[in-house]
Structure formats: C-alpha cells, structure tokens
C-alpha cells in the first residue's frame, strides 16, 4: 500500500544514464555539452586537490584587509563542476576511483555511497536511507565545522556538547556526545569536536546499522569522508575573517611524487576564533599530512592528523521553572577560567589488494588519541527563588583513545546464475577512557537568573581532589565477525542478507585504591536484511531490518558497567531520480531501543525502553543548468515506553517532532568577462523540543535563515574568489540543545564572514 501510494505521489519517467562524469572547461564562458551527463555550471569546489578546505577560524578588520591583500582568491569555481558548462581553463578530467565517483565535483547530491555496504552502491539501490553534505554544500554556505555542516539534514539535532567541547547529536530521536557515532573515513573516533577543514564530505546513515559499524546507537552514524592525496598538483590557500572576531588560515596542497605511483597531500589549518558571548576564545592547529599509492592490482593510504587547542569550555543559559533566564543571550554563568586544554592525534591506514578478477582483500588500520585537561565553573542548582549555584571543577589527564583493525574479503561472483556482491570480513576494536585528577571546589550562590556576578569563584586547588572519582579506567574490547549478500534474484529484485557476531568485554574501576567493578561480558548476534525492488529505470522501493547494539559505559556516581543499549529498526522507503542530477528519497521508520542511557545535568542512568518513528524527505541536486538545491523534511515522534523513574510517555529530549531545510545556490548570467557570481540562502525550521527526560521544560521552535554571494575572477591569479556568508541574517534568538535546565545551548546571533582564496 505505502508502495503505491508513493508512486502515486511521485510519478515521472525517464531512465538514469550512468557513466563517468567528463568535465570539459574552457576560458571565457564557452559553453560546451557533456554528452554523458549535464550537470549545473556555477562557482564548484575544485575536485581532487581543488576540494576548498573549509573555513573555521575568524578575524578583526585589520586581519580581514591583511588576508584580502595576501589570500586574494578562492577556488569557488574550480574544475570539477556538476554542469555541462564550466568558463574555467582548457581541461578535461574524468573522474575516477571509487570515492571520487560517488559525488560528482561541484554537485549537492551524492550519486553512490560505500557507508552501508562497504561497497560503493548506487543511489537508486540503497536500501537505507543516507544523507551527504557534499563539498560544495558546505564550502557555498561556509559550514567549518561538523554542528553546522549537520544543519542541512533534517531529523539531526544537537544534543548535550559538554559545553561546546564534543559534538553530541540526536538522530531519529536517539544519541549523545558518548555514543560513539562519529566515525572518520569509517572508523570510529572518540569524544572531541570535529572541524571540516579536512573533510571533503559528511554521510549519515540513518537507523540500527551495527553490520558494519559494530558498536553504534540505532539513530545512526555519521561518517566524515576526508581529502585523500590526488595525482594532479594543485595548492591553495584561503583565509576568513568574520564579525565576531578573529580569524584562520588554511593551506591545502597535493599532487604525484613523480613516477613513484605515489601522491601526497598536506593541509594546514590554523583558526584562531573569539566568541560573541561574554568572554571566551578558540584556538585550534591542524596538520594533517597523507600518502596514497597506487599499483596495477594494490593501492593503499595513511594519513595522519594532529590537532592542538585550547577551546571555551560554555553550558550556555539555564531554566528556571520551565522557561529561559531573563538575561541577554551574551550573558554566562560561569567564569572566564572555563578552559578546555589539549591535543588529538590519529592514523588511518589501509590496504587493498586485488585477490582475482572477482575478489578483494582490505585491511584497515585506525589509531586516535585525545589527552586533555579541563577547568570550569558548572551550574550545579538553581532554586525555587532564582538563585543560582556555581561549583569550581576540574579535571586533569583525560587520556582517550580508540584502536581498530578490520580484514575484509569482498567480492561480485555469480552463484547458479545470479548474481551476489559479498563481503566477509572481521574486525577488532579497543576503546579506553582514562581519568588521572579530578578536583571539586567550592559552590557559591552569588547570582541570580536576573543578576549575574563575575569573578566571585575561585579555581580549584591541590586539597581539592577527588580521590574516590579520580585515577578512573573504562575500557571496552569488542571482536567481530560479519557477513553480507546483495543477491540480485531478478534484473528487478535484489535481495540483501547480513549478520553480525560480536563478543565483547568492559572493565570499569576507579579511585586511588583502584576499586574495580566486576567485568562485563557479552555476545550478540545482529541480524539485518532487505528487500529492494526497481520498479523502473529512475525509481526503486524497499524494506529493511537492522540491529544495533553500543555498549553503554559506566554509571555517573558508582562508576558500574551498565548493561549494552539494543535497538531494532523497520524501514520501508521509496527513491526515484528524476533526471541524472536531481533525486528524491522518502522513508519511514519504527525503531525500538532497550536500556537506553540518558544523563541529566551530567547524572547518567539507564530507563528501560524507547521509540521513535516516523517520515523522512529529501530532494537534492540541480533544478536547471545554474541552480542547485538541498531540501529535507523530518517528522520524528519519540515516547518513552518503559521506565522505573516513571517517565513513561514523555518525549526524549532534544528530538524536535518537525524538522525542514531549503538550501538553494544559483550561478548568474553575467558577462564572463565580469567574473563569474554565485548567490545562494538557506533556511531551516527546528520545531519545539523537551530540555530533559522529565520533560521539565522546553525549547521554543526556531527559523533560522542564511545567505551568500561570491565572485570568482582571474584578475588576482588562477582559481580566485571572494565570497561573503551571513548566518542567521535576521538576528534570530533561539536554544539549539539541552543536557538539562542547567546547560541548555544559546544559538549564535547574526554572523558575518568574509573569505578569500587563491589557488594554483
């Protein structure tokens, strides 16, 4: 019935055609057609070594007019453009290899995506629903870091940040910032923020998804796919300044290592960016630094990345009997000492090998570490009068770190005459948590939700340690082995069966004496399957059944293991493609999830059972040869089913029951010889979500709306461009996410940048 129902609403004909992506350029706006597909003409990011590292850090007037003088230009318009029509130099490039085939330069939808299967499948034949934010998306609306490259996607909210310090996001009305759903070309990382200056573009999958992923909450996950080194030499560097202050630079450089079969990459990034609220600055430095080969049967990559910072640690506002304090937006209840301190460091490698005509062998290799130390001043009360409760903590050597290896055989073969894509594979994981000194101070109850005193609490000291939470280990060790069969029954049906054996072991324990929680220990198999039918050249429908599982940490006070979180998820979903650069996906979901970790106000605990369903929408790609478009829509509804503190029914917080975005870019038909403009707004709509599990209190729905406009011309050198973003152009007062009334996130206010960069 949904199945025809969905046909009915979304009628069309027309085949896809298929191929690879033949990307003529020439001087002066000469128009030429691209007989394999027409894609839209405009300001792209550059392929390969042109992808435009994205922009984080800001700056004042004199930096704004030193970078204008020194970074004269961006590649906005750079060659691998999604249009039959590019005024750039004389190339051609076909784009190749299977990562750079998935999304086509300069495009705002994704053709193919490896993130479910392990194997790059075509749109029309993912049973899932998958959403990317592509290169060109977040260089045109200047999304530079991963909270605002999430924003095109409805269903994903903010959640608990811990005070802007690691990312935490709510899919499908499930996740937090330690649910382990952030992954980096597949791999998983730890607890941090995540800037895109090395990311070419974000995928999420959406729903139970441990085949693959192994320990994941049902919600999702969210894979950032980063630069890999490119065999043409290109190099650029860009620069931004923006109205709150401050400022970045970035440098970007790749090409071939003569005959060697080798290519390198190198990206330094360094942001330097104040806050628009009371007090507060960021400090971030990015290398990152990669090599890829490629042989006749083998290829391979390693990459390396280390980040230094020193970040604000801000809760933002609180609630007092259900609604916001009376105070500016600006307005903190913390100090100015609220730092957070440290460094990050990873390698990613792999190989791959091809076995037989059929048949490949990869191993993955994946290392990251975070060492960092905090102080702050956290909110630990607020009364029934107003008045308000400021406590000093600290916490000195958090040492996080995640270790993956994985060995995957895959291949296409044909099995009594049809068809089967396989993957068999296993993999290995380790994940540690460490705490070395943790320090509580003094509380004072100086201020008040209307009057705000500053400086009246002091740091911690030495005689402040904690010596029963301090010297705390959590460690997790998971081994897996899994199998997955897209078996093509007919030149209609497809038919995809998977599972998944996982064993895996906690241990927990802390305090000067090490007093050390028994182990925990478990072993699950998850099944998934699908069913997949093309009902014509442009269009298919599907069903599918996922699980998941994710080990749930310990408890706040006791520091207990508690028991895994389960999900299972339902899907059935219709894509259709309305031309080779326009698509549409619809989806609905059920997902149930049992022992499910929430934390109020950094207190975490475990309730029995939650759901959540609902309808998803998206439409993307070109609407003509000079405009492109990103829309999506989300209604999620959430309740809590079971639960020994009586929460039953109420919703889960952070999950907003009506979710939409519109991006849209346009090229202008100006005279070439005037330089090519590119102009382009957003606008997304957050419905009303509850603070907390007790849905104490909530969160106004917000509309947000955001604008750009660029200039690209070769007067300054090859492959420049100007561009000026404003973000929330109408000065919109709103709360993007909670981890409880006393740390609840304040929306930025209107932010103007301006970039520059020059490439060659």
């Known amino acids: 019935m949904i199945k025809i129902i969905i046909r009915d609403l979304f009628t069309g004909a027309g085949g896809v055609s298929h191929g690879h992506f033949l990307l003529i350029e020439q001087m002066k706006g000469v128009v030429q057609q691209d007989a394999v597909a027409s ?341 630990t009360d607020v009364s029934d009068s107003g008045d308000v409760t400021v406590r000093a903590e600290e916490n000195q050597g958090y040492d996080r770190s995640e270790h993956y290896t994985a060995l995957d055989a895959m291949g296409d073969v044909e099995i009594a005459g049809q068809r089967h894509q396989l993957v068999i594979g296993a993999d290995y994981e380790t994940t540690r948590d460490y705490l070395d000194e943790r320090y509580f101070g003094d509380s004072v109850t100086v201020s008040t939700v209307t009057d705000v005193n500053y400086g009246q609490l002091a740091q911690v000291t030495s005689d402040d340690i904690n010596t029963s939470r301090s010297n705390r280990l959590d460690e997790t060790q998971a081994i897996g082995v899994y199998v997955s069969d897209r078996w093509y029954l007919t030149d209609k049906w497809i038919l995809g069966l998977g599972g998944r054996y996982t064993w895996f072991d906690q241990q927990s324990g802390q305090g000067e004496d090490f007093v050390s929680d028994p182990d925990y220990s478990d072993d699950l198999f998850l099944p998934s399957a699908n069913l997949l039918y093309r009902i014509d050249d442009a269009s298919s429908a599907y069903i599918s059944y996922s699980e998941s599982f994710v080990p749930n940490g310990s408890d706040s006070d006791s ?67 000079r405009t492109s478009l990103l829309f999506s829509y989300a209604y999620t509804d959430t309740e809590v089913l079971e639960d020994t503190e009586g929460t039953e029914g109420n919703r889960l917080p952070n999950a907003a029951l009506n979710a939409a975005s519109l991006y849209l870019a346009h090229d202008l038909a100006i005279d070439p010889s005037y330089g090519e403009w590119r102009v382009g707004g957003g606008v997304r709509y957050v419905g009303e979500r509850e603070g907390d599990d007790d849905n104490s209190f909530s969160m106004d729905a917000y509309t947000v709306a955001d604008a750009f406009v660029g200039w ?46 020059v490439g060659w």
Not at 154 to 174: H, M
Not at 563 to 588: F, M
Not at 717 to 741: C, I, Q, V, W
């Open 39 to 379: 894609r839209t003409k405009g300001f792209q990011v550059p392929n390969h070594s042109r992808d435009s590292a994205a922009s984080t850090n800001k700056g004042h007037f004199s930096y704004l007019i030193f970078t204008l003088m020194v970074l004269p230009g961006t590649s906005l318009a750079a060659e691998g453009a999604t249009s039959s029509e590019s005024p750039v130099a004389n190339s051609v490039i076909v784009v190749t290899g299977e990562r750079e085939g998935e999304v086509a330069p300069g495009s705002y939808r994704a053709e193919a995506s490896s993130l479910a299967n392990k194997q790059s499948v075509d749109f029309l034949e993912q049973a899932r629903t998958i959403n990317v934010v592509t290169q060109q998306v977040m260089h045109d609306f200047n999304l530079d870091d991963l909270e605002e490259a999430l924003q095109p996607v409805a269903g994903i909210q903010l959640g608990n940040t811990l005070g802007g310090t690691e990312d935490g996001f709510v899919k499908r009305g499930f996740g937090s910032n330690s649910d382990g759903s952030m992954l980096i070309d597949g791999i998983r990382q730890p607890r941090r923020t995540y800037t895109t200056a090395t990311v070419d573009r974000v995928e999420v999958l959406k729903g139970p998804s441990s085949l693959f992923q192994g320990q994941q909450n049902p919600g999702g996950v969210i894979n950032m796919v980063t630069k890999r080194p490119q065999y043409e030499t290109h190099t650029e560097i860009s620069g931004e300044v923006s109205s709150f202050g401050g400022g970045n630079t970035t440098l970007d450089t790749t090409g071939p290592i003569e005959d060697t079969g080798l290519a390198y990459r190198f990206i330094l990034s360094h942001e330097d960016e104040d806050s628009w609220r009371e007090y507060g600055n960021d400090r971030r430095t990015t290398i990152a630094p990669s090599l890829r080969w490629e042989g006749e049967h083998s290829s391979a990559q390693i990459s390396y990345e280390y980040q230094d910072y020193e970040l604000d640690f801000d809760r933002g506002t609180v609630f007092y009997n259900g609604s916001a304090a009376n105070v500016t937006r600006g307005t903190r209840f913390d100090e100015s000492w609220n730092r957070v301190y440290g460094h990050d460091e990873s390698v990613n490698a792999w190989w791959k090998q091809d076995v037989t005509d059929n048949w490949d062998m990869k191993l993955t290799y994946g290392w990251t570490r975070r060492q960092y130390s905090d102080a702050r001043a956290n909110v």
């Open 712 to 757: 690209r011309h070769d007067f300054f050198g090859p492959d420049t461009e100007f561009k000026l973003n404003a973000k929330n152009l109408f000065d919109t007062g709103y709360y993007y996410g909670s981890g409880g009334d006393t740390r609840v996130l304040v929306g930025d206010p209107m932010e103007i940048t301006l970039s520059a960069s």
């Open 559 to 625: 520091g207990e293991s508690l028991d895994p979180e389960l999900g299972k998820g339902y899907e059935i979903g219709y894509k259709r493609q309305w031309n080779p650069r326009l698509a549409t996906s619809v989806a609905l979901y059920q997902i149930r999830k049992e022992n499910v970790a929430v934390t109020d106000n950094g207190v975490t605990r475990t309730i029995g059972e939650a759901g959540s369903q609902g309808l998803e929408f998206s439409l993307e790609g070109a609407l003509t040869d």
